[in-house]
């Protein structure tokens, strides 16, 4: 029975199904592919459209070498500090992005500024809480500030650095803005889809203007400080050694009292009594 199996009409009408249906799935998978290849070129060619915009107003280069990166993006150009701008499609059938602006910075200390209703998880979730008062009530009805270091959070986000993350999340329709700073890098993040390269170009000056706030916290954060050059007819005695302070001086930076550098650390700190700081100015 077997042997005419192969000669019978319905076992050559299966076979013609099977093979039509395999052609039918395979079709299907290719027209899948080259859909979602379209979608790709379509994003691909779009945010470069829209990073070239900002990046001739920024003066800034487009980077687009899949060598380099798996996203196009933007990038600075000496002398402007460090930066890189990213676009995450906001959708697959919408030419709007999430920006992602990151600059190196080093010194720092862990510091989020979570605001109130995201979606997003903050990167610490483990601190929990409502996290730390920076002394403005208006602030912190919108954001949850953690971070390693309240001194450090209060420094950064000073009524400098507030009024520029609300110029950030006014951009564009509104929304939400998200801070992030860890000992690397500062992360800003616009939670709502922008479409225009005039947000971009706000959005990249905010950034670098919270670089900024964030540079000067860190440098505040330092043992040494550098104040202006004292006047010629200024000699003050070292506390330590009695000898006039001209070369290799410090100060401190509690009291401000003058030293001699190897005076300085030959007492580990200030002399004078009850001051105790260790740290000094230059």
Known sequence: MNE?????????????????????????????????DRRRDRFSRSRLRFLGTAALELGADVVDDPRVAGVPHLKSRPPDPPYGLALAPAGEETEEYFPIFEA??????????????????????????????????????????RTDDPHFARSVLGAEARALIEEGRRIGGGGRLRLNVDRLRLR???EEPLASPQDLVA??????????????AVESRAAVQYFDVPQADSNPHCPVCAATVVDHRV?????????HRECWEYARGCSMFACGETRFSI
């Open 4 to 36: 005419h199996l192969f000669d019978t009409a319905e076992f050559w009408i299966a076979v013609a199904i099977a093979l039509a249906l395999f052609g039918l799935v395979y079709l299907a998978i290719r027209l899948t592919v080259a859909r979602g």
């Open 104 to 145: 190196p910075v080093g010194g720092a200390l862990f510091l989020e500024a979570w605001p109130f209703g995201s979606p997003y998880p903050p990167l610490r979730v483990s601190m929990g809480g409502g996290g730390v008062s920076i002394g403005d009530p208006a602030f912190e009805e919108a954001y949850i500030v």
């Open 203 to 216: 959005l990249v000056r905010v950034g670098l203007g919270l670089l900024e706030r964030i540079r000067e």
């Open 188 to 190: 800003l993040r616009k």
């Open 251 to 259: 100060a401190c930076r509690r009291c401000r009292t003058p030293h």
